[in-house]
């Protein structure tokens, strides 16, 4: 199993060509967050901004649009419950997130039901949080999963959800034949993070700590994943994944230096400087 570097990282976060605009750095749409979660999604498409996506659009509940904007107004907005405008911005973003604060209520299932439909194959889906929950609950659902650039991003109590492995029983070798059954990119979050790639080979992060355990970190990584799939499209999935589950937590380990909490609102104003940083030798 190969450990993540910086110096591996630092080879992805290419500087921005000088005659590059949004439209050259991602289309992410991120689908979630109902009447009680609004903050996760919220979380996510301030992560995906604040990392360097060109374009992001929230779809959520109306009930979220005025806190949504007043914490990134970059974002641009739908209501997920209006089918043909779901449809529309599934089928034109480069990435789509899908679960975050999504909930497991049946309006839920419909909106990943449109989200597997209308996805277009050659782009990436980003799978996480209560649409995890609704894909393990439904096998009809699982059977939408297109087979390739699919990332799914479980916390072990999710993973167990979706393999029936129990937590201890989550080791390298029933993660990697579970991942077989779905053929997604796979990256259980976890102290020490292990990421079992759709290519067959497994990463692992030596970065990253307990002053992560808040809510909403994990709808922060996903905004991040999401971001340097749109902006570094031209390098392996494997690395690119590999460079933002690294940059969360490098960043989390600076921060908490100086923190006993790494409040992830926090960390996503670090992330433009941070960054930066990974660039600057
Ligand atoms: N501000 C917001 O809007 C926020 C909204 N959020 C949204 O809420 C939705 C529900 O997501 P969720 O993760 O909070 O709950 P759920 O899916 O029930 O999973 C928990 C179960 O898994 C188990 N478990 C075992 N190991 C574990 C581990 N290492 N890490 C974590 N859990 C572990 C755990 O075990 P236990 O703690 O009981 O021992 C429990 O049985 C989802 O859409 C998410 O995006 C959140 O992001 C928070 C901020
Ligand atoms: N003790 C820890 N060590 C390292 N990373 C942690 C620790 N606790 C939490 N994290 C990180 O925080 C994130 C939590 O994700 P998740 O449980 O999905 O959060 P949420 O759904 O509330 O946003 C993951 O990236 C995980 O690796
Ligand atoms: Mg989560």
Do not use: C
Not at 235 to 244: F, R, S
């Amino acid at each position: 199993m190969e450990k993540i570097t910086q110096q591996q990282v630092q080879a992805v976060l290419t500087p921005r060509p000088t005659n590059s605009y949004k439209g050259s750095f991602g289309r992410i749409l991120a689908v979630g967050g109902n009447e009680n979660f609004g903050g996760a999604i919220t979380m996510a498409a301030k992560a995906a901004v604040y990392s360097g996506a060109g374009l992001v659009t929230v779809a959520t509940s109306k009930d979220n649009l005025p806190a949504l904007h007043a914490v990134v107004p970059e974002a641009m907005y739908i209501n997920y419950f209006d089918k043909v405008a779901l449809s529309a911005a599934v089928a034109q973003a480069t990435v789509t997130i899908v679960g975050p604060g999504l909930g497991t209520s049946s309006r839920s299932h419909e909106i990943l039901q449109i989200v597997l439909t209308n996805f277009d194959p050659t782009h990436y889906l980003i799978v996480d949080g209560s649409a995890l929950t609704l894909l393990a609950q439904d096998p009809k659902l699982q059977a939408l999963l297109p087979a390739q650039h699919v990332i799914f991003t479980p916390h072990p109590g999710e993973w167990q959800r979706l393999t029936g492995l129990t937590v201890t029983e989550q080791d390298d070798v029933s993660n990697r034949q579970a991942q077989q059954r779905f053929q997604a990119t796979v990256v259980l979050k976890k102290y020490h993070t292990t990421i079992y790639h759709a290519d067959g080979t497994t990463s692992q992060l030596t970065v990253g700590g307990p002053a992560m355990a808040t809510g909403g970190m994990g709808d922060t990584l996903t905004g991040i994943i999401a971001a340097f799939l749109g902006q570094f499209s031209q390098v392996p999935l494997t690395a690119v994944v590999n460079a933002a589950v690294y940059t969360h937590s490098a960043l989390a380990d600076q921060l908490a230096l100086t923190r006993h909490v790494v409040v992830p609102s926090v960390l996503i104003d670090h992330l433009p400087t941070f960054i930066h940083q990974l660039q600057t030798p």
